[in-house]
């Protein structure tokens, strides 16, 4: 099956500072890939659609200025979480199709703490 | 409002014994429609899909089952096994690759030996 990692797999940083999360499809390439965020015992919510080449697509409620999604090459998106504030803790997990049907694949996850 | 709905927060069931896990939907656009696994501080791992031409898809000891017409699927595992104890998402889509998924709040599913 397809691959995509994650890196950092944790981090934890104080309050006002901004993490980097970058997503990497290994073995495929991904003109698309998906950003979503799940917080405790919740359901994976998506936050925002990275397309290669072009400007995220966010979802209703989703501030684009405070999470900046960068999607540079056909392997690589990045999540940067601006000024980060204690709510933004969260886990934050991204996926990546490689065109076959719509099955996506996903990260293993980054757990951000924002103290 | 939920487009995926997964209305059994939990399921335990015993070892060898089948697992049924539900899912009901609300949007008629959807056409695909996937489960995951997931164990806590990892990403979901994909486990089957089906597509709405389809009735029943078979993988393993996991089958999917949709219901069009009742806007309804089930994940049956048989037999459970200890190792199935985890979480299970239903997502549902547009088959067009490249469409975001909607994600149901999951269904945690413990296997007892």
């Known amino acids: 099956g397809a691959v995509v990692s994650q890196h950092p797999s944790r981090v934890i940083c104080k309050s006002g500072t901004s993490v980097k999360i970058e997503c990497r499809s290994l073995?495929?390439?991904?003109?698309?890939m998906f950003w979503y965020r799940q917080f405790p015992k919740q359901s994976l919510m998506l936050m925002a659609t990275s397309n290669e080449g072009s400007k995220a697509t966010y979802e209703q409620g989703v501030e684009k200025d405070k999470f900046l999604i960068n999607h540079a090459s056909l392997t690589l998106s990045t999540l940067t979480v601006t000024s980060a504030h204690p709510e933004d803790s969260s886990f934050y997990i991204c996926s990546a199709n490689p065109n076959r049907n719509n099955e996506q694949f996903f990260g293993p996850g980054t757990r951000l703490t924002v103290l | 409002d939920q487009q995926v709905k997964q209305n059994s927060p939990s399921l335990s069931v015993q070892e060898g014994r089948i697992s049924i896990l539900n899912c009901d939907y609300t949007?008629?656009?959807?056409?695909?429609f996937l489960w995951y696994k997931k164990y806590p501080a990892e990403g979901p791992t994909f486990l089957i899909s089906i597509s709405s031409i389809k009735d029943k898809n078979e993988d393993g000891r996991f089958t999917v089952f949709l219901n069009k017409s009742a806007k309804h699927l089930s994940l049956h595992i048989v037999p459970s096994q200890p190792g199935d104890s985890a979480v299970y998402f239903c997502a549902a889509s547009v088959r067009q690759a490249g469409t975001a998924l909607i994600f149901g709040k999951g269904t945690t599913l413990s296997v007892s030996s």
């Open positions: 949007n008629s656009m959807f056409d695909y």
């Open positions: 073995d495929f390439q991904a003109t698309t």
